[in-house]
């Protein structure tokens, strides 16, 4: 089992940066993907940013490209979201997750969720 804690989340104005946090724990070692999605009122969970551990190749959903940064620290262990020039479209719940075999932006990779972390944007 692997379990996962985010935090960082909080309210901004637009323009403004945030940086999530997920911390796992557990049976890491066989954590192949790594990834944040997110989920806003009366819309799916999308898929926002994910990293392949060991070979560091990274997602990012269209949207998000060119302002959100995907990282791990130094013991591949913390998972970090960089957010910047945030915009009012991405307030959701930001949730991290983990997969063992296969790595991308398609929630049903993921076998472990964290509880979520908000990001509230106000214009």
């Known amino acids: 089992q692997v379990q996962l804690v985010e935090s960082g989340g909080g309210s901004v104005q637009a323009g403004g940066s945030l940086r999530l946090s997920c911390a796992p724990s557990?049976?890491?070692?066989?954590?192949?993907?790594i990834g944040w999605f997110r989920q806003a009122p009366g819309k799916e969970r999308e898929g926002v940013a994910a990293?392949?551990?060991?070979?560091?190749?990274?997602y990012y959903t269209g949207s998000v490209k060119g302002r959100f940064t995907i990282s791990q620290d130094n013991t591949k262990t913390t998972l970090y979201l960089q957010m910047n020039s945030l915009k009012p479209e991405d307030t959701a719940m930001y949730y991290c997750?983990?997969?063992?075999?296969?790595?991308?932006?398609?929630?049903?990779?993921?076998?472990?969720w964290g509880q979520g972390t908000q990001v509230t944007v106000s214009s």
């Open positions: 997750a983990a997969s063992r075999g296969r790595c991308g932006l398609d929630q049903i990779l993921y076998t472990y």
């Open positions: 557990g049976y890491i070692g066989g954590v192949y993907g």
């Open positions: 990293i392949c551990r060991g070979v560091s190749s990274t």
